[in-house]
């Protein structure tokens, strides 16, 4: 790690020189939570979120903390490997196409019901899920916005590879809303004197159970969501190359909560941008759509919880990227790299490489977290 802050109840440990300064108040702000435990883990990724750092790692005990987890409940990344080892410009564009026919984007949904085989079983403690549960049809092997990707990428290992990152969709919101507002009353009916943005809901409870319940929910939905766009992004390659076989199917989330032991307690570890790294256990780790991606094989490392980061963190705001990032420049680079990439206007220039934290630095700081085994480089990328 590279730097501790001893200053409040528990450390904070940081695998990076410098956390900005909104992000060091929510550092600090879950590190003094009453039931939190042990210390702190930021990792090098970490930027300013809702309530806690994106990047951050709480281990609490006996509580859940719905915005400790974020609004996209199960957001995360998977990885598929081909069998080619080249794909031409022309092929990839074909492909591309394909995925864009089959794949809804942005806000867009898929304007007939999904296949019910998709969906994970519902329960009495889901009301929320149940209650969305229709309109969930229609979002599952939705791409999303924001950050969420599809992306074509030649690996290290000689192979073509596909990555996607996306999460619960508007399911996971509205869960993640109506638990957090719920939190925040009756945290202020128990006169809680934790931060409203940390709201909690203790084990016991029933809103603990539900929330619970829901949230492990919304985590398989998006599981289901980035598999059925990896079978669309299948089918696309299929087309194009009807010999094509796929193998090294990765799954990882980056914003999830659940039982684990560490250092010989049972808590709960809440991943909120940040990805679980266990002792030789498989990973992902994407850059930006001009820049490498990384599959890693974690360390197991005590300290960050058995955690790294997600990806290469955010610099600038959406705002002053697209403000201030010159899109001429930008899109010149891309092209000459050869890049199939999604930077066409201006309202683009929020998801460009420049407005992202250098991954390699990222990559440096946390080799005490993870072991690079793969690098991915981007050929064809399709954005939300």
């Known amino acids: 790690m590279k730097n501790v802050i001893t200053t409040e109840r528990l450390p904070i440990k940081l695998w990076l020189e410098d956390l900005e300064e909104g992000a060091l108040k929510q550092a600090k702000n879950i ?14 990724d970490s930027h300013q979120g809702y309530g806690m750092p994106i990047g951050g790692v709480l281990a609490t005990k006996d509580a859940i903390v719905p915005n400790a987890v974020g609004v996209d409940i199960g957001c995360g990344m998977c990885s598929l490997r081909t069998n080619l080892e080249d794909v031409n410009t022309e092929s990839l564009k074909k492909i591309m196409a394909e995925i864009r026919r089959t794949i809804p984007v942005g806000f867009n949904h898929h304007k007939e019901r999904q296949d019910e085989k998709w969906m994970p079983a519902t329960s009495e403690n889901t009301p929320i899920v149940n209650q969305e549960y229709e309109n969930a049809l ?3 092997g939705t791409l999303g916005g924001g950050n969420h ?12 590879w596909i990555m996607i990152h996306s999460g619960s969709r508007n399911l996971g919101y509205t869960v993640a809303n ?3 507002t719920l939190a925040r009353e009756l945290n202020e009916k128990w006169a809680s004197d934790v931060p409203k943005d940390l709201a909690f809901f203790p084990k016991g409870t029933p809103e603990y159970t539900n929330y619970k319940a829901e949230m492990n929910y919304c985590i398989e939905f998006a599981l289901q969501n980035r598999t059925l766009m990896m079978e669309r992004v299948r089918n696309a ?4 190359y009807p010999e094509v076989e796929f193998s090294n199917f990765i799954n990882k989330p980056h914003n999830f909560a659940g039982y684990e032991s ?9 991943r909120k941008g940040a990805t679980q790294a266990r002792a030789g256990e498989m990973g992902m780790i994407p850059g930006t759509q001009g820049t490498s991606s990384f599959l890693v094989m974690g360390k197991g490392n005590p300290m960050s919880f058995e955690s790294c980061s997600h990806g290469a963190g955010r610099k600038m705001s959406r705002t002053k990227a697209r403000r201030t990032l010159d899109i001429k420049k930008i899109t010149k680079k891309l092209d000459n ?6 930077v066409r206007h201006k309202n683009d220039l929020d998801e460009a490489p420049e407005s992202y934290k250098d991954i390699h630095e990222v990559m440096e700081n946390q080799k005490s977290l993870v072991e690079i085994m793969i690098e991915l480089k981007p050929l064809a990328v399709v954005k939300g």
């Open 262 to 270: 560490h250092f010989g307690e049972n808590v709960i570890i809440h």
């Open 31 to 44: 590190a003094n939570l009453p039931f939190a435990f042990r210390h702190i883990a930021i990792m090098p």
């Open 138 to 140: 229609y979002q599952i």
């Open 337 to 342: 790299q050869g890049i199939l990439h999604a």
């Open 149 to 160: 990707f599809i992306e074509i990428q030649k690996g290290s290992d000689g192979f073509i």
């Open 178 to 180: 109506h638990y957090h």
């Open 237 to 240: 390659f299929e087309l194009v």
